[in-house]
Antibody, heavy 123, light 110 residues
């Protein structure tokens, strides 16, 4: 059974940093590209970042480019999101999602999602 | 303001057929495939339709997707109370070099 378990969320002050983790199980982790998708309270879904199965290619939404870094450790079956220079508008539930493909392609499609970890940026 | 445009709400009675639209542009829907996600209240999104009109294993055949030009649609036939949820369309955008979502449509079963 595919499982994605996010952790690392919490309350952080504006300008602070946080690292999210997503522990994957039930599938061969390095065979799949992965993404982070967030949802602000009461709002819609926003894609944040994607990384290929090899980890060699990464993509970012303009809203987080230069502040967030996606990475993966295939030996630990874990996906990460390092978030720096956090802003109030980064407050959201952050989901880890598996892509059906090994590389990030234009047919990108999220077939499994975690339950999310909440990040609150506030003073 | 979302790159893909969906109606904020839709409704229908049990047994009815409901359609949700998703409008984009040549850089997203016009050149790439569309996926649809269902988000039941208080839960994570779930893949409902991929590659415009394909259902993943487990998705009821009451759900169908289509695409024409720069627009896509999700149709739900034989509406059931458990279909009450938020529905999102999504596609890759070649100009933004990333995934774009619609703003979501809240479906109410009357």
């Amino acid at each position: 059974e595919v499982q994605l378990l996010e952790s690392g969320g919490g309350l952080v002050q504006p300008g602070g940093s946080l690292r999210l983790s997503c522990a994957a199980s039930g599938f061969t982790f390095n065979n799949y590209a992965m993404s982070w998708v967030r949802q602000a309270p009461g709002k819609g879904l926003e894609w944040v970042s994607a990384i290929s199965g090899s980890g060699g290619t990464t993509y970012y939404a303009d809203s987080v480019k230069g502040r967030f870094t996606i990475s993966r450790d295939d030996s630990k079956n874990t996906l990460y999101l390092q978030m720096n220079s956090l802003r109030a508008e980064d407050t959201a539930l952050y989901y880890c999602a598996r892509d059906r493909h090994i590389v990030v392609v234009t047919a990108i499609c999220f077939d499994f999602w975690g339950q999310g970890t909440l990040v609150t940026v506030s003073s | 303001q979302s790159v893909l445009t969906q109606p904020p709400s839709a409704s229908g009675t049990p047994g009815q057929r409901v359609t949700i639209s998703c409008s984009g542009s040549s850089s997203n829907i016009g050149s790439n495939t569309v996926n649809w996600y269902q988000q039941l209240p208080g839960t994570a999104p779930k893949l409902l339709i991929y590659s415009n009109n394909q259902r993943p294993s487990g998705a009821p055949d009451r759900f169908s997707g289509s695409k024409s030009g720069t627009s896509a649609s999700l149709a739900i036939s034989g509406l059931q109370s458990e279909d009450e949820a938020d529905y999102y369309c999504a596609a890759w955008d070649d100009s933004l070099n990333g995934v774009v979502f619609g703003g979501g449509t809240k479906l109410t079963v009357l």
